[in-house]
């Protein structure tokens, strides 16, 4: 199927590895520029290295915290310096720690808010008026399947992956005019560093080793396996598409089965 993406500049959040270079790897594939960012410069260049030779050049690398809005601006201008517009956002970020109600501080809240609602906020206002004035866009939040069905121990997460929620279906109906697209995607339980880093943390604390963890966690999913990353860029490629214009206000997940809600 032919995305249509192959003229589009699409800025991908965290694409250093996980989700968020999975994401980018299936959108070279459709021939998209590339504006890459994360927080670790190396990891982020070699991705930057690989993708160019999949589109000749047309890749840039940004290191950056975007949980600080400085960086957040100096992402977006350097994407904008480059390549003169940003078509496609893809915001993605590492999950903030794992833990109940009561052993969260407010310096956590207050990290854990600018880390995954923050970002989204500051990046999706700084390439907004560009996608308005083209009429054509495609937002695109990687949250969690916390948001429809509340992971255990995961606090932070599920509160604030929920507030990205509700700000995404509400832009989607003021944007839709311009013929911009705002959804989400939810990953569930994917082969990933950090559901290493999840099962290792709810191993330590259960008192069982984190194959344990993940094992039980298989039990949960019908497909009785984790995600691939590549699974989920398929339908993220899909969603920030041409073709999938007709899309907006959705969060779809991509688990297995796992969410066991009718909606």
């Not at 990290?111 to 500051?122: E, G, K, P, Y």
């Amino acid at each position: 199927m032919e995305l249509g993406l192959q003229n589009k500049v699409a800025l991908v959040a965290a694409s250093s590895r996980g989700l968020g270079r999975a994401v980018a790897e299936e959108l070279a594939e459709e021939g998209a520029s590339l504006i890459l960012c994360a927080r670790a410069e190396g990891p982020l260049n070699e991705v930057r290295d690989s993708l160019s030779r999949k589109v000749a050049g047309r890749v840039i690398a940004v290191p950056a915290d975007l949980s600080v809005a400085a960086d957040v601006e100096r992402v977006v201008g350097r994407g904008l310096e480059h390549f003169g517009h940003i078509d496609v956002l893809v915001t993605n970020g590492g999950g903030p720690p794992a833990g109940p109600f009561e052993s969260l501080s407010r310096e956590a809240w207050d990290a854990a808010a600018r880390l995954v609602l923050a970002s989204v906020i500051d990046l999706t206002r700084l390439v907004l008026p560009g996608m308005k004035a083209r009429r054509w866009g495609r937002i695109l939040n990687v949250t969690s399947i916390a948001v429809k069905q509340p992971v255990a121990n995961l606090m932070l997460s599920n509160s604030l992956r929920a507030a990205v929620t509700g700000f995404a279906r509400t832009l989607a109906n003021e944007t839709a005019a311009y013929g911009i697209t705002v959804n989400n995607i939810l990953p569930g339980y994917t082969r990933t560093d950090r559901v290493e880093q999840l099962a290792e943390a709810i191993g330590a604390k259960d008192g069982v080793a984190a194959e344990a963890v993940k094992a039980r966690w298989e039990a949960e999913i019908p497909m009785r396996r984790l995600g691939e990353p590549r699974e989920f860029a398929a339908l993220a490629a899909f969603l920030v598409s041409e073709r999938a214009g007709y899309i907006t206000g959705s969060s779809i997940a991509v688990d297995g089965g796992w969410i066991r809600s009718l909606f």
